[in-house]
């Protein structure tokens, strides 16, 4: 194997883990103190606007150059695979939506919400993975698009497991199951490289979703100028990057 490719592969696994320890910092934010419902909305907000120019701009151009005109379908693909969990698992639940006790009893839900979660963190994974498989370049920009929502996961499922009248402790466990769907994600992928060509499509699908069916409809339950800026900061940056890459 190429030592450049080991080096990658290497950095996918850290930043994998880095990823992973996202969520745990969010779930700390939520079982050490209540922060303001405004500070999860600006993370929506940016990271919204950052995955949606990454998906776009990045990776469905490169699956494309990698695999041909069968990505889109991958990427269709990617998109319905969480469209397909949320909706037979957890099809109440709503990414980063205040959580209510009365509205979360049972282990039922709370299992079933965990459940659509992981894979959206497995996933998470496997584009960090298969973007680092592709050039460091698009695996840094694919991490930094997974880390902004990886705190809004952490605030949502910590949220989830307080709701249902679990401890702190499991709410923290819960974030840590969440990050190591992440890993295994990254992990997998890695030893998989072969795959690439399905593994980086089926992650672009995945990212629009969560992007575009996910977050931008919580963004938009509190419209203003300040979210609006937010988002198109979010694709802004990603622009702003790729220019000075390339100077």
């Known amino acids: 194997m190429p030592h450049d490719q080991v080096i990658r592969i290497v950095l ?15 779930a700390y934010f939520v079982v050490r103190r209540e922060w303001p419902r405004s500070f999860l909305h600006d993370f929506l907000a940016l990271g919204a606007g950052y995955m949606l120019a990454v998906a ?12 041909g005109d069968s990505a889109y379908l991958l990427v269709l693909i990617g998109y319905f695979i969480v469209h397909l ?13 205040e959580t209510h006790r009365e509205q979360m009893s049972g282990n039922h839900a709370r299992v079933t919400i965990l ?3 992981l894979i959206h963190t497995f996933f998470d994974g496997v584009a960090i993975a ?20 990886k705190l809004p996961e952490g605030f949502t499922v910590a949220s989830l497991v307080l709701a249902c009248g679990k401890s702190r402790r499991n709410a923290m466990l819960a974030a840590a199951g969440l990050g190591a769907a992440t890993l295994l994600g990254a992990l997998l992928t890695s030893v998989l490289r072969g795959e690439l060509r399905y593994a980086l499509p089926l992650s672009a699908g ?15 339950k509190e419209p203003s100028w300040r979210t609006a800026l937010l ?4 694709v ?10 390339h100077v």
């Open 231 to 234: 988002v198109f900061a979010g």
């Open 12 to 26: 996918a696994a850290g930043l994998g883990l880095v990823a992973a320890a996202g969520n745990l910092i969010g």
């Open 206 to 220: 995945v990212t629009v979703y969560v992007a575009a069916t996910d977050l931008l409809p919580e963004v938009n």
């Open 56 to 67: 776009f701009l990045d990776v469905i151009p490169e699956s494309v150059h990698i695999g």
């Open 85 to 97: 969990f949320e909706h037979t698992l957890a099809p109440h639940f709503h990414f980063g939506e």
């Open 130 to 149: 298969a973007g680092f498989l592709v050039s460091t370049w698009l695996g840094t920009i694919v991490f930094i698009a997974v880390f902004l929502h």
């Open 115 to 117: 459940a659509g979660l």
């Open 236 to 245: 802004a940056s990603l622009l702003i990057v790729q220019h000075l890459a």
